[in-house]
């Protein structure tokens, strides 16, 4: 079956500091990757994604690239600030038939940023 | 634009008690999930309606849970009895449709069993 693993947390940095949260997946087919955001006390959002390999997917100053080489999609932003503190949880989607689009999360990486 | 809503968005049951969460989508989405999060790990998919129809519901154990959307707005699911493992957030979220359309996630409701 369809599996997602990403780096434990949690992660603590500093302000301005350069941020990599590791991603890899186990899947049949080509799927879809997303890397979601969950605030405290909020639902999780879309951060971004990329539904076909080599893409990259970017927002809020994350990106993500689809390696289907390495089976990867690790999340990046280079100068990371306070609001960026979040639960971050990288995610797959299979291309419909029979999952039917469903959404394979991974446990989530805690971010803290410290001023 | 309102997001998902959902309520209550913590609740304190004894074991062997029902409980019910309820989920509002956004207004013309026509598919709608309610996940499962367990402390420390990422949401798990109980079921999802397209509509009024449950079209995924392989992992709601069905012996306790059940869910309903009628009319294919709101939804309710339900825990009857209860048990200490139920302890968990369960959300809901919702798409335009099925397929690649962004799923819009609620707040959550954080159930305890105690």
């Known amino acids: 079956g369809n599996s997602v693993t990403q780096m434990e947390g949690p992660v603590t940095l500093s302000e301005e500091a350069f941020l990599t949260i590791n991603c890899t997946y186990t899947a049949t087919g080509y799927p879809s990757l997303f890397w979601y955001v969950q605030y405290p006390g909020e639902g999780l959002q879309l951060l971004l994604k990329?539904?076909?390999?080599?893409d990259k997917g970017s927002n809020k100053g994350f990106e993500a690239t689809y390696r289907k080489e390495t089976t990867s999609f690790h999340l990046e932003k280079g100068s990371v600030q306070v609001s960026d503190s979040a639960v971050y949880f990288c995610?797959?989607?299979?291309?419909?038939?029979?999952?039917?689009?469903?959404?394979?999360f991974g446990k989530g990486t805690l971010l803290t940023v410290n001023p | 634009e309102a997001g998902v809503v959902q309520s209550p968005r913590y609740k304190i049951i004894e074991k062997k008690q029902p409980v019910a969460f309820w989920c509002n989508p956004i207004?013309?989405?026509?598919?709608l999930y309610w996940y499962l999060q367990n402390l420390g790990q990422g949401p798990e998919l109980l079921i999802r309606?397209?509509?009024?129809?449950?079209?995924?519901d392989s992992q709601l154990p069905k012996d306790r849970f059940s869910a309903e959307r009628l009319k294919g707005v709101d939804s309710t699911l339900k825990i009857q009895p209860a048990e200490l493992g139920d302890s968990a957030v369960y959300l809901c979220?919702?798409?335009?449709?099925?397929?690649?359309?962004?799923?819009?996630f609620g707040p959550g409701t954080r159930l305890t069993v105690t």
């Open positions: 995610a797959l989607s299979d291309q419909g038939g029979g999952s039917n689009y469903k959404l394979t």
């Open positions: 979220a919702s798409s335009l449709r099925r397929g690649l359309y962004e799923q819009y």
């Open positions: 309606y397209e509509n009024e129809e449950a079209v995924d």
């Open positions: 207004s013309g989405h026509n598919t």
């Open positions: 990329a539904t076909k390999a080599d």
